[in-house]
């Protein structure tokens, strides 16, 4: 997965912590675990008391929906509400598949991407979860997704289509169910970020100057706040 420049918030992580070694960053990703485990089980346990009591709780999903897509927007003044119209709901749809934090994913997107469906990195990934083409075919082979069609290459370098990854909802499909795989292997942590970020293989190396998991980690404590 490519990775491009952090955007600063201001909030959650303190700043030397974005410098800090494996450590210190493990630690804040233990208690980043807690609030967001905290946030997730407020919002499942008010969908469950919603059912439960007979009350319509469409609106309250339409309200989350509504939330992440400003959010998007915020984030990235050049998206249109129409290109990610119907993103908020794929995304707390495969959420809930995956049994996912649908605002870990959105930290996700967020440091690897800035919400550009169009982004690439200098190593080839593409779109919103920066995926690679070889991650997306052995996840579309894996899976059984329907209608991918690959990125195309350009004689030069580069791409000139980027085929079905180009596209926010088959991106994050693929990217989902990537991360999935990766949480299920290393746990809830910073190697399975790492993982998502480098590959599998390369999940363990401890690489000088790295803050990719403290990022994410600082991402998701704003994302907690803004989408609840």
């Known amino acids: 997965m490519g990775r491009l420049r952090m ?28 609030v967001v485990s905290a946030a997730v089980w407020g919002y499942r346990t008010g969908q469950r008391a919603g059912e439960a009591s007979g009350l319509n709780i469409s609106r309250s999903a ?22 990610f ?24 997107i967020e440091k690897e991407s ?24 052995l996840v579309v082979d894996k899976v059984k997704l329907a209608g991918y069609e690959p990125p195309v290459l350009a004689r030069g370098g580069g791409y000139v289509s980027l085929g079905s990854l180009g596209e926010p909802e088959f991106n994050l499909r693929v990217g989902m169910q990537f991360l999935r795989w990766q949480l ?25 100057g790295d803050t990719y998991p403290a990022d994410v980690a600082q991402r998701l404590l704003v994302l907690v706040h803004e989408v609840r």
Do not use: C
């Open 7 to 34: 955007l600063d918030y201001g909030v959650g992580v303190p700043g030397r912590l974005q410098t800090a070694g494996p450590v210190a960053v493990f630690a804040v990703l233990v208690m980043l675990l807690g």
């Open 62 to 83: 339409s309200q989350i929906e509504g939330k992440i897509l400003a959010v998007i927007v915020r984030r990235n003044p050049g998206a249109t509400v129409r290109e």
């Open 85 to 108: 119209l119907r993103f908020p709901n794929q995304l707390m749809t495969e959420a809930d598949r995956l049994d996912l934090d649908f605002r870990y994913v959105m930290a996700l």
């Open 114 to 137: 800035e919400w550009r469906p169009a982004a690439v990195s200098p190593k080839g990934a593409i779109g919103l979860m920066q995926v690679m083409p070889d991650t997306a075919r």
């Open 184 to 208: 299920d292997d290393f746990g809830l942590g910073p190697v399975a970020l790492r993982a998502y970020n480098r590959g599998p293989a390369k999940a363990t190396q401890r690489w000088p």
